[in-house]
């Protein structure tokens, strides 16, 4: 699946609660505005380092604390908004789940390990929690801090702000680089984490059998196999977000230098302002400091479009059709089997062969 197509599923499972998705991005606005007039306030401030002004000696300081006030209050309503949205479309994911497996056909749990399912229900969807209720907040906070941040820099100088263009495209490449490399980590890691469950549900749900065989090397190896694999696949995560976030700061860095040795050649001529410098360089870092934590939080976004892709496959598997069509009042309780064949899927040759077989009311019958 696209990750177009996993966002509009996904929305629709936001649909009913979209007056709290709209409170939490409206905190998110007042964490942006925070941001912007953070910046702007160094304008006076330097100003009056430079003058001295006893009235702005006094409301500054209040100032300054009113606003990270408002932003905290902003980051409190965005942050518990999402998180409240994000686990209410959890909780309707899983309950359509727990309706699928109780409509979905024999074969597929024949060919299904139940810790492989388990892990969709409980890992997959936890993983998309943590995206919902975390890495979107601070994706969508991010992003609109980036964006008033930016319109404030071109406000203060637009030449200087142009050379931003050069590193954007860049560190846009970058960051969609390992977005497709941690998605296809992301998936590697749930297929293992369901098939560590699985190995690990088998060895406790049989361990009888294994202590009775003396299969315990076996299903040692079975185990510790399948959580190395693990690890493996984990580390290689670990290592591509350690990677994206260094090589974005870089290119970011490339720009902010050569904006700062443009300013210092201006600041040799006249009409050069110290204080509106100041702001633009406060508005150009929190720019990139919302970039770098673009980057840093790509991996759990990708894990969270990992786990909709592995929850929608499992939603949208074929159901069983129900071919009844006799409402029985009252049976006897008789059960008739008339030349009955079953061969399991992807199987060669069949398991029961045209079995006939009549089992009487109150009678048990085993097959063996």
């Keep these: ?207 009888r059998v294994v202590r009775i065989f003396g299969g315990e090397a076996y299903e040692r190896k079975r185990a510790v196999d399948a959580a190395n694999r693990l690890r493996n696949s984990m580390t290689k995560e670990s290592s591509a977000t350690a990677a994206s976030s260094p090589l974005t700061v870089f290119f970011a860095a490339c720009a902010v230098g050569s904006i700062i040795y443009i300013a210092l050649l201006e600041s040799q001529g006249r009409g050069f302002d110290f204080a509106v410098f100041m702001s633009y360089v406060v508005a150009l870092l929190t720019l990139l400091e919302r970039l770098k934590g673009l980057s840093n939080i790509s991996s759990s976004i990708q894990r969270g479009l990992a786990a909709a892709e592995s929850i929608f496959g499992l939603l949208d598997h074929e159901e069983e059709a129900d071919m009844g069509t006799v409402a029985l009042e009252r049976s006897r309780g008789e059960v008739r089997f008339e030349r009955l064949s079953l061969r399991y899927h992807n199987n060669e040759r069949d398991a029961l062969t045209d079995i006939t077989l009549t089992v009487s009311p109150g009678e048990t019958v085993a097959l063996v």
């Design 1 to 207: 699946m696209t990750g177009a197509h996993l966002y509009s599923r996904l929305l629709r499972y936001v649909r009913p609660y979209r007056w709290a998705f709209g409170l939490a991005v409206l905190g998110m606005l007042i964490v942006a505005a925070g941001d912007l007039m953070l910046a702007y306030l160094v304008i006076p401030i330097v100003r009056n380092f430079e003058s001295p002004d006893p009235l702005g000696t006094r409301w500054l300081p209040m100032t300054i604390v009113g606003v990270f006030l408002l932003r905290g209050v902003g980051a409190y309503i965005s942050e518990y908004g999402m998180g409240w949205t994000g686990y209410r479309v959890v909780f309707d994911l899983r309950r359509d789940l727990i309706d699928k497996l109780l409509r979905l056909p024999t074969p597929y749990y024949d060919t299904h390990a139940a810790g492989v399912i388990q892990s969709k229900i409980s890992f997959d969807a936890h993983q998309l929690a943590s995206a919902a209720s975390g890495a979107i907040t601070n994706a969508i906070r991010s992003s609109l801090t980036i964006v008033v941040s930016f319109g404030y820099l071109m406000y203060l100088n637009w030449r200087l702000t142009l050379l931003t263009f050069i590193v954007v495209p860049i560190v846009g490449v970058v960051i969609r680089y390992f977005s497709r490399r941690l998605r296809r980590l992301a998936r590697d890691i749930q297929d293992r984490s369901g098939s560590l469950t699985a190995v690990l549900e088998e060895l406790i749900g049989g361990h």
